[in-house]
């Protein structure tokens, strides 16, 4: 889409408005988030993202710009926050944009280099105290939000993945419920660790964006769908070669699977 969207014209707080006079708007189809995302781009002036969605006790904006402003405390590359504005009706997140591309979009690198630069990016999220942290995802708080989400009829059903097609979302809880794993491996995770979540530019990781859920958890939360992300856009040969990169961690198959379900409740 080129050009600022019609809702826009009424909605944008007076703020905004001011700091994106002049940009070209274009939206960015890519990823599953419930938000609008806009590439704004004008000459002389660097390129900026902004987020917009309904206001929502559900929401994951104003979590984000938490999360965003602690990401960069530690010294990990994410993007700026410029400015974060909500109303009665929407909220809104303006960001700068990170350099480069990401991982499925950069293909001046091989697959097999943009997921050794994924595990990179991991392992050094994951080494940061988790003391140092103050978003809690382990499970007790994630089923706990996952049973928000059913109750209030926002778990999209037809974007199961393939394997759970078909199942009424109720059967999957409580599937999420009686297989829940009996020990956690706490590290700091990114919590949607899809390769499009993390950028690169040239042969360099340059941040993480998308960093809404992040938050302690146990490590197989970013290795199982980094894992599946990885199979999806290059093949399951290369999850080996993730996993080796990665290094010293040898996953737990129904720790794998079990993630991978939690993931559809959000």
Sequence with gaps: MAGKPQFMETSLPVRLRDLLAGYEWRQDALGRSSAHVFRLEADGRAPVYLKTEPTDPLGELTGEVARLRWLASQG??????????????????????????????????????????????????????????????????????????????????DDFDEARLGRPAEDLFRELQAKRPSTEDFVVTHGDACLPNFMADGDRFSGYIDCGRLGVADRHQDIALACGSIEYNFGKELVAEFLKAYGDFEPQAEKMAYYQLLDEFF
């Design 76 to 157: 990990l590359a994410c993007p700026n926050v410029i400015a974060h504005e909500k109303d009665g009706e929407r909220e809104w997140l303006l960001m700068s944009a990170l350099s480069g591309r990401d991982l499925v979009s950069a293909e001046r690198l091989q697959p097999l280099e943009r997921v050794r630069l994924l595990a990179d990016s991991l392992r050094r999220l994951h080494a940061v105290d988790i003391a140092a942290c103050p978003f809690d995802h382990r499970l007790e708080s994630r089923i706990g939000t996952a049973r928000v989400r059913l109750l209030a009829g926002r778990v999209d059903e």
